[in-house]
């Protein structure tokens, strides 16, 4: 075996390094089929996570509130919804908890983004994740990817021998 050399770019402002980018590499005919329902009230809020998760491939429908996103759930099942708590007539945690209650919609992960910090409401009524406002673009696109293909995430294990 014989090594090969590594190019390194002497200036990385002319080409960052993408930490998506072996996921991207792999997945890139995966990710135009997955498609993600992302929920929220406030336009510009909706408009910017769209305009991110197309960038990355991603076939996104939007909501303006929740009965329309329950509608759109059922009639397209996405491999994900992201939901905003805070939204007019339905929260997004009654959203959430009428699509898990769903045997259409029940076992599509939930990404709760908000602004108030209650991750453990979401969590007991069985949303998968929950993120505060605002978010990190990468950090929010990791855990896109986490929710949607669990078998991305990186894991330790411990093991114990006599």
Do not use: W
Not at 59 to 65: E, G, Y
Not at 84 to 111: C, N, Q, R
Not at 113 to 124: C, F, Q, V
Request: hydrophobic letters at 40%; one cysteine or more; aromatic letters at 2%.
């Amino acid at each position: 075996m014989g090594l090969h050399p590594i190019q390194v770019c002497a200036d990385s402002r002319k080409h960052p390094i993408d930490p998506l980018a072996n996921f991207k590499a792999s997945n890139s005919t995966d990710m135009a089929k997955q498609t993600i329902l992302v929920v929220d009230d406030e336009p510009d809020i909706l408009e910017l996570v769209q305009y991110n998760l197309e960038k990355e491939g991603y076939v996104v429908h939007t909501a303006n509130h929740g009965r329309e996103a329950i509608q759109i759930a059922r009639s397209v099942t996405p491999h994900l919804i992201l939901l905003d708590v805070m939204m007019p007539e339905l929260s997004g945690l009654d959203v959430a908890s009428m699509l898990k209650g769903d045997p259409t919609t029940g076992t599509i992960p939930i990404l709760i983004l908000s602004i108030l910090e209650d991750a453990e409401l979401g969590l007991r009524i069985g949303v998968d994740r929950y993120m505060t406002k605002p978010t990190d673009t990468r950090e929010l696109l990791i855990a896109v990817r986490e929710l949607i293909d669990p078998s991305s995430l990186t894991r330790r294990v411990l093991i114990g021998h006599d």
